[in-house]
């Protein structure tokens, strides 16, 4: 069984050499000789030497550590953009739209219809925005976004 490593995947650094500069030791270590801690502190100036040269690396281990970190979310949003593309409707397409949570009557809790319609989309404008009218033509104020949308099928 080995010992845990807290490191994070992103970084391959754990948060408190990041932070201190050095691998945290529990009690344990620190009180019992082990292996780890007989190597470090064989004596007292290689260990204040060992300790400075770490502070000095510092800086690059927690650059690395950054850049490690944004090629991660990069790939991230790689994944996550393959997977989702953006929504787009037609003029006349019939759509049902998200209930607000606001517009929810109080008393039917969670048991309150997610969504609403059917309705016509109107007109497209610009960036996913979208102008509702009801089934029977009375057109409804304000724009909605396509990711308020799903298609109604009849």
Known sequence: MGVPDNSKSSTGETPFRLTY???????VEVG??????????????ANDKAIAAELDLIDEVRT????????????????????VGPRSFKKNDLVLRRADIGNKNA???KLAANWEGPYRIKEQLEKG???????????????WNADKF???YS
């Not at 000789?33 to 190597?39: A, E, G, H, K």
């Open 21 to 27: 500069g050095c691998e945290a030791m529990i009690p």
């Open 129 to 143: 925005a979208y102008t509702l009218e009801s089934l029977d033509g009375k057109a409804i104020k304000r724009t």
């Open 150 to 152: 799903k298609a109604y």
């Open 64 to 83: 690395a550590a950054h850049f490690k970190d944004l090629a991660a979310k990069q790939l991230i949003i790689a994944r996550y953009n393959k997977k």
């Open 107 to 109: 008393r039917d809790g």
């Open 32 to 45: 019992e000789p082990s292996w780890r801690r007989l190597q470090v502190v064989q004596e007292e100036q």
